[in-house]
């Protein structure tokens, strides 16, 4: 919704505006939430705090990172 309220105004402004998704950002929903079209990233809150958690999550942008550069 945001992508396309940002397309209304201009296409370029949608494209190259990355947004980030600021809820509970865990280890065990950072893929479904990371690999949708329109996140670009994400704010992670408590887990950043937790070692392992936050590992979890830099793993799958990683490799979430590496998939799209491969399309």
């Known amino acids: 919704a945001i ?3 940002l397309a209304e105004s201009s296409d370029d ?5 990355r ?5 509970s950002v865990k280890a065990n929903n950072a893929e479904g939430l990371l690999s949708q079209e329109d996140i670009d990233g994400a704010l992670v809150g408590g887990d950043s ?6 590992g979890k ?8 990172a590496k998939q799209q550069q491969s399309e």
């Open 57 to 64: 999550i830099i793993e799958v942008a990683g490799k979430l």
């Open 13 to 17: 402004l949608a494209q190259s505006t």
């Open 3 to 5: 992508r396309a309220q």
């Open 19 to 23: 947004i980030l998704y600021g809820g």
């Open 49 to 54: 705090l937790k070692v392992e958690s936050f």
